[in-house]
């Protein structure tokens, strides 16, 4: 099959959905027997993180630079006009992300749906992600051969939420990357630290993660990953609370190794990749029992209600104690998930719908 990929997500700086689909185009080239070919219209400075975050296997690029490139992606897609075989060549399957939904003429028509928090919970987004998402909801998702979802509890969510049959659905769970292992370099902040990694927004529910530290007995800092999301931001300028920022993806597994514990009191995920990477690499989790981490953890994390500041507090304290135990759980629950699987799992609902 010729493959082509939507890879506009990767021009910005990498979060999960950019992580996702860098992981995705490795796996899927790496299946074998197939041109995979990444596609977007980008400007000048998107096609150079782009082209910097593709992995090697994936050769075949199709990267035109355009004015306004986000805008002529949203209005390509509503216009449904031209089709993208003008730009890309005939191709078997077209696989598009969240930013675009390109028309096209033939091959099977496939999608990726991450998350449904702008419908679940449309409080906890921008308008504009509200409506960009809404619009492919509407327009795009349900007129789709497939579905791919990273969750079961995604795929749920599309069932009820988008009315999409479930044999169109098919879940590719994420990887962890190679990087994220137990040995190697630990980071060493200027006290023994709990980390968390997350976009600073309000589904992250990192104010009763503060709240929870500050109950603690202050043996612990809390280094807070993560750079300005969207919404009103969590009160981190307190003491032993150490802010890194947005932390480029080369260091953390170095955060992750250093930390007594990670902590993750998201209020909702689609996954929560973060959870699977701090446990590759040999660090105990206390995670939010929040229904859509279920896949994510598995057996091998503490799990508590993320809206109670003392239970947060309670598990971390336990997290610590049952180091040894949590550790080894978590290893062999991370080494279920590979990329070489989620690019399998792609290919087969290709063929299948073929």
């Known amino acids: 099959m010729r493959i082509v990929v939507d890879v506009a997500p990767l021009s910005h700086p990498p979060t999960g959905v950019g992580n996702y689909i860098a992981g995705s185009l490795a796996g899927i080239a790496a299946v074998g027997g197939h041109e995979v070919v990444a596609f977007a219209p980008v400007s000048r400075a998107g096609r150079r993180r782009i082209e910097a975050a593709l992995p090697a296997p994936v050769t075949a690029r199709r990267l035109p630079v355009v004015p306004a490139a986000h805008a002529l992606r949203t209005l390509w897609s509503r216009v449904g006009a031209p089709p993208a075989e003008l730009v890309v060549g005939d191709f078997d399957v077209l696989h598009f992300s969240d930013w675009m939904y390109p028309p096209q003429r033939n091959g099977i028509r496939s999608t990726m749906v991450h998350d449904l928090v702008p419908l679940r919970h449309p409080e906890w987004v921008h308008a504009r992600t509200r409506r960009m998402h809404g619009a492919k909801y509407r327009h795009a998702a349900q007129a789709c051969d497939v579905v791919m979802v990273n969750s079961r509890f995604t795929e749920n969510d599309v069932v009820e939420l988008l009315g999409v ?12 990357d190679a990087e994220f292992v137990p040995e190697g370099e630990r980071e060493t ?18 104010s009763t993660l503060v709240e929870a530290h500050r109950r603690l007995d202050g043996e612990l800092d809390l280094a807070v990953a993560g750079g300005s999301g969207w919404g009103r931001q969590p009160e981190l300028d307190r003491g032993g609370v150490v802010q890194l920022g947005y932390a480029p993806r080369e260091r953390l597994p170095a955060l992750y190794r250093g930390a007594e514990v990670f902590v993750y009191p998201s209020l909702f995920e689609g996954f929560g990749m973060p959870v699977l990477e701090a446990m590759a690499c040999g660090v105990p989790c206390v995670v939010s029992s929040h229904a859509s981490l279920d896949e994510a953890c598995g057996e091998a994390a503490l799990r508590v209600d993320p809206s109670d500041a003392d239970a ?20 062999a629950h991370s080494r279920r998930f590979t990329w070489l699987e989620n690019g399998r799992a792609h290919v087969a609902a290709w063929e299948n719908a073929g």
């Open 165 to 176: 049959p479930s044999e169109r659905i098919h879940v590719a769970y994420p990887g962890v």
């Open 312 to 331: 947060i507090g309670d598990a971390i304290v336990r997290a610590r104690s049952e180091r040894g135990e949590l550790v080894a759980r978590g290893l």
């Open 189 to 206: 902040l200027r006290r023994p630290y709990v980390l968390t990694v997350a976009t600073l927004e309000p589904r992250k529910n990192l």
